[in-house]
């Protein structure tokens, strides 16, 4: 398959990327940056693409978007929070419309979100069926699902509920480590605590 993948310099694109390849797919990647190579097309997720690199959008199978505002890198100010929402609401936007516009959309969106959607329900067992929750996050994670989803008109759609990521080389496993590199890491509460 020939797959196009926003957000692909994040930690989850990252990994992704050399995964695909080895399975023989042609990975293409959109760049806020000057293209360096030709498997990089340049856009600008508020203000979209030029003309030439929009035609490059055509003949792709898949498109994977993964793109948003780091959501782990500072302070959820006011306007933090307001970036993180915009990043992935017009981000989605700008490339769903990017998308709908060619002559050969592609057959499969796959949309990055997150388990976010469900807010803090304590311990109810949850389903991708679970209703979206309440606060800040589910609310975001609403807004870019919805938005993701006007690809239905021409492609299938996945919203992939994300936990927290972790990996050697980024994450929240580099932040949870902190503690025991420092000898003073150890269980916290009864163990049993959720996490995503």
Not at 56 to 83: I, P, Q, R, T, Y
Not at 85 to 111: C, M, W, Y
Not at 173 to 196: A, D, I
């Amino acid at each position: 398959m020939k797959i196009l993948i926003s957000g692909a310099s994040g930690l989850v694109g990252k990994h992704l990327i050399p995964t695909l390849k080895a399975k023989g797919h042609e990975v293409h990647r959109l760049v806020r940056k000057t293209p360096n190579s030709s498997d990089e097309i340049q856009w600008d997720a508020e203000k979209g693409l030029s003309e030439a690199e929009q035609a490059k959008l055509e003949g792709f199978d898949a498109v994977v978007h993964l793109a948003g505002d780091n959501v782990a890198s500072e302070n959820w100010s006011d306007e933090k929070k307001k970036k993180i929402k915009e990043s992935r609401v017009i981000g989605t936007r700008v490339l769903v419309d990017a998308l709908k516009s060619l002559q050969n959309p592609p057959k499969h969106f796959i949309s990055a979100s997150a388990v976010g959607f469900y807010g803090n329900r304590e311990a109810e067992i949850l389903t991708e069926d679970s209703a979206k929750g309440e606060g800040f996050l589910p609310d975001v994670c609403g807004a870019w699902e919805d938005e993701s989803k006007k690809a239905e008109r021409f492609a299938r759609v996945v919203c992939m509920r994300i936990g927290v990521v972790l990996a050697k080389d980024g994450g929240a496993l580099e932040k949870m480590l902190t503690p025991f590199k420092f000898g003073v890491g150890g269980t916290v509460g009864s163990g049993k605590q959720w996490m995503s």
